[in-house]
């Protein structure tokens, strides 16, 4: 049911998501809210928390080096060194 309230959420940009979560973070800390909306909020930030990890993830696989053998194909990749 909660899921269905938050379909929205695969949809979100990382930066639109992030946003909304730090926004519920701040709503709970504040202890302004009553119970059942703050429970409501929580599934939410949950949701959108597992949102920002999945394109924390998608984003560090692209950014990521590829390994070429001797004749120059690609055969993997490998962290890229930002150093």
Same mark, same amino acid.
């Given at each position: ?17 992030? $946003?909304?979560? /730090?926004?519920?973070?701040? !709503?709970? &800390? =504040?202890?302004?809210?009553?119970? +059942?909306?703050? %429970?409501?909020?929580? $599934?939410?930030? /949950?949701?959108?928390?597992? !949102?920002? &990890? =999945?394109?924390?993830?998608?984003? +560090?696989?692209? %950014? ?13 990749? =490998? ?5």
């Amino acid at each position: 049911m909660a899921e269905n309230k938050n379909s929205d959420v695969a949809k979100l940009p990382f930066e639109k998501a992030i $946003e909304e979560l /730090e926004s519920i973070v701040k !709503r709970l &800390e =504040e202890g302004k809210v009553p119970l +059942e909306e703050s %429970v409501a909020i929580y $599934e939410r930030g /949950e949701v959108l928390k597992r !949102r920002c &990890e =999945e394109l924390l993830a998608q984003a +560090e696989a692209r %950014v990521n080096k590829l390994v070429l053998d001797a004749s120059g194909k690609p055969t993997g990749t =490998e962290p890229l060194d930002i150093n």
